[in-house]
């Protein structure tokens, strides 16, 4: 985690250190290693369920969850973005355990809350078994749109794990929703203009 709570993320570079804990996720962490001080720029798919997992949320819902885990929570681990969607890393085990919780909590996409506009949008949840491309060591955007929003900085990196996901999933939601005690205006209603009454 952080050390500077409540701070804005923002695009940065993976240290030598962040790289190698992402190394560490594949078979073949040397030779991962090795392409990346070759061709810094490039992507590579790692699998997920040993050094990490990784829930995919579309991009302004993830934009919203990585808000309420800095503003309201205790930051996020490493975090990126890959075409249109937010890949939040977090913890082994929390993609086997938070689609169960979101339906627990009724925030699932079959739950009594999932019919409303402030439904958790459907996660992806990439864990054992699974693989994602992550974005190159550079900071610089690459063709695909993909670029770390906090990389990885240390070998251990602090990674949320289901319950704090949901959390933010959950808070996400409920910011969205704009709640009044006015009905909605009835747009085939006629409007006179009385301030010409005699």
């Not at 790289?19 to 810094?40: D, H, I, N, V």
Request: net charge positive.
């Amino acid at each position: 985690m952080s050390s500077t709570r409540n701070a804005a993320p923002h695009v940065s570079d993976v240290t030598s250190d962040g790289a190698a804990w992402l190394a560490s996720a594949g078979a073949y962490p040397r030779s991962t290693l090795a392409l990346w001080e070759e061709r810094p720029e490039a992507p590579i798919v790692l699998p997920c369920g040993s050094a990490f997992d990784v829930v995919s949320a579309p991009a302004i819902f993830g934009r919203r969850m990585l808000d309420r885990l800095w503003d309201d929570g205790p930051g996020s681990g490493p975090v990126a973005e890959f075409r249109g969607r937010m890949l939040l890393f977090a913890a082994p085990g929390t993609a086997q355990r938070l689609p169960s919780l979101l339906d627990w909590e009724e925030w699932g996409a079959r739950g009594r809350r999932g019919g409303r506009t402030g439904a958790v949008p459907p996660l992806l949840c990439h864990g054992a078994g699974d693989a994602v491309t992550v974005p190159a060591p550079a900071g610089a955007p690459s063709r695909t749109g993909s670029r770390w929003l906090v990389a990885p900085d240390t070998r251990q990196p602090w990674l949320p794990g289901p319950e704090i996901l949901l959390w933010a999933a959950v808070r996400a939601a409920r910011a969205a929703v704009r709640i009044s005690i006015f009905p909605p205006p009835d747009q085939g209603a006629k409007v006179y203009d009385v301030s010409r009454r005699r």
